[in-house]
């Protein structure tokens, strides 16, 4: 069983950064690939980046390329979710979650089998 916990979120004014973490547990926590998603209140989970634990492989949303990054550290089994240059646009709610099975790239929620309970970023105008 993999449990995740994000954390990082906040409010912040449009242009700033923000540094999202998730740190995931459970033994089998390295085998599959982790991802981030986002949602806001009406609409469906979004996308936005995923990694793999075996060769670093990433996939960042188009609309993300450019501002996000996604990057992971193996000894803290964290993966990070750096955003720049935040837009009002961006305020959501930010999850992580963990791959159903492999170290493959699906950019689609149906893919993802565990989910953190999320952390909250409001840009400000």
């Known amino acids: 069983q993999v449990q995740l916990v994000e954390s990082g979120g906040g409010l912040v004014q449009a242009g700033a950064s923000l540094k999202l973490s998730c740190v995931g547990s459970?033994?089998?926590?390295?085998?599959?690939?982790v991802g981030w998603f986002r949602q806001t209140p009406g609409k469906e989970r979004e996308f936005v980046a995923s990694?793999?634990?075996?060769?670093?492989?990433?996939l960042i949303a188009d609309p993300f390329k450019g501002r996000f990054s996604i990057s992971r550290d193996n000894a803290k089994n964290t993966v990070w979710l750096q955003m720049t240059g935040l837009k009002p646009e961006d305020t959501a709610v930010y999850y992580c979650?963990?791959?159903?099975?492999?170290?493959?790239?699906?950019?689609?929620?149906?893919?993802?089998?565990?989910w953190g309970q999320g952390t909250q970023v409001t840009v400000a105008s």
């Open positions: 459970g033994r089998t926590f390295q085998r599959n690939t």
């Open positions: 979650a963990y791959q159903t099975s492999g170290q493959d790239l699906y950019p689609s929620p149906a893919y993802f089998g565990s």
């Open positions: 990694i793999t634990w075996l060769y670093d492989r990433k």
